[in-house]
């Protein structure tokens, strides 16, 4: 059957000499694999299908879907959302690179509204925000990918619980054992990540690079942890060089 739905690229690999097998993220199915035929032609007016399957692109798309099958098909497919500097700016693209890497690792097949509507606005935020929201969007991006999967981070910085167990997922009152934990000022930087109610407040927030890193490098770990196959993200030293 027909579906219209809207779909985030994560993938794109070529498939015979004029094919691909595009990766999606919908809004109506989940994960879902594409074979879109001929989209690496160039038609007679000039135009070239390939354009629209870049990691991080935001669809409409036309599609043929039958349950429990690996591969659909596409139909047709248009720009949702046209992107004005994720794909032209340094920060930006290092940025949307890097999500698009740590959802190659966590994204389901079952359909979840809510995790499309986090990823969609995450990347409009992305092409549309200012200095500061985008330094500060890869770590607000993995606190709220966490919460929406089911096991975000409890409680709040204060005096009583001062420390952020990282393994645990919550702030306690004493280092724990092991190692994975955010204290002092990092603690109570990474508990305002957690008040934001709307994007355009992460411009208020100001780390430091060694704090940025430290944090994003330990929000990824406690990530990993629900994933036996999460590996390492190659994108990752690159985003904190240009952060740095």
């Known amino acids: 059957m027909l579906h219209n739905t809207k779909g985030i690229v994560l993938r794109v690999t070529k498939y015979g000499d004029t094919s691909i097998i595009m990766t999606a993220y919908t809004e109506l199915f989940g994960l879902q694999q594409y074979i879109i035929k001929g989209a690496r032609v160039t ?22 879907h039958t349950p429990m099958k690996a591969m659909q098909m596409v139909k047709e497919v248009s720009w949702d959302y046209v992107y ?60 709220h990918l966490s919460q929406t999967m089911g096991f975000g981070l409890q409680g709040k910085y204060c005096d009583e619980t001062p420390i952020l167990d990282i393994k645990e997922g919550e702030f306690v009152s004493k280092p724990p054992a092991h190692p994975y934990y955010l204290e002092a000022q990092t603690a109570q930087v990474a508990s305002t990540f957690l008040a934001v109610q709307f994007y355009n407040d992460l411009e208020n927030i100001f780390l430091s690079g060694a704090q940025r890193k430290k944090i994003l490098e330990l929000f990824q770990l406690s990530l990993s942890w629900h994933y036996k196959k999460f590996s390492e993200i190659k994108s990752l030293p690159i985003l904190q060089s240009i952060l740095h």
């Open 84 to 143: 004005q500097t994720v794909y032209s700016d340094v920060l930006r693209n290092a940025v949307a690179l890097y999500i698009v890497e740590v959802l190659q690792q966590t994204m389901q097949p079952e359909p979840h509204p809510e995790m499309f509507y986090l990823i969609e606005d995450t990347f409009k935020q992305l092409d549309k925000g200012g200095a500061g929201l985008v330094s500060n969007l890869p770590i607000y991006f993995l606190i």
């Open 43 to 64: 038609s007679k007016k000039g135009a070239n299908k390939g354009v629209f399957y870049q990691p991080a692109a935001i669809l409409q798309m036309e599609v043929y």
